[in-house]
Nanobody
Framework: VQLQASGGGLVQPGGSLRLSCAASGSILSINLMGWHRQAPGKQRELVALITSGGRTNYADSVKGRFTISRDNAKNTVSLQMNSLKPEDTAVYYC???????????????WGQGTLVTVSS
């Protein structure tokens, strides 16, 4: 199983970016999908989560600005980020709690990070 994230880059304050992440492999079922971020010198923190049924949860710092969505048929999760602030600068990681054909259990997988830089 692999998670491949894309969409990071440099954006000015107030701008927008869209991150995408695709899960691939012998996937049977995906429960949670989400995004976390890690700023320089800080611990990784939750940004947003979405269940297979579409229920979402956001960090207070991004509520009203970020929107998480997923396509269950394509095993993808996206993060639309609007009104970006310099403090949103971080490496963003996607993750998924899923069951694949090699396991009876749900396990957590992480994608490689994608850098988002918000600066003028």
């Amino acid at each position: 199983v692999q998670l491949q994230a894309s969409g990071g880059g440099l954006v000015q304050p107030g701008g927008s970016l869209r991150l995408s992440c695709a899960a691939s492999g012998s996937i049977l079922s995906i429960n949670l999908m989400g995004w976390h971020r890690q700023a320089p010198g800080k611990q990784r923190e939750l940004v947003a989560l979405i269940t297979s049924g579409g229920r979402t949860n956001y960090a207070d710092s991004v509520k009203g600005r970020f929107t998480i969505s997923r396509d269950n048929a394509k095993n993808t999760v996206s993060l639309q980020m609007n009104s970006l602030k310099p403090e949103d600068t971080a490496v963003y990681y996607c993750n998924a709690v899923l069951r694949d054909s090699a396991s009876w259990y749900y396990n957590e997988y992480w994608g490689q990070g994608t850098l988002v830089t918000v600066s003028s």
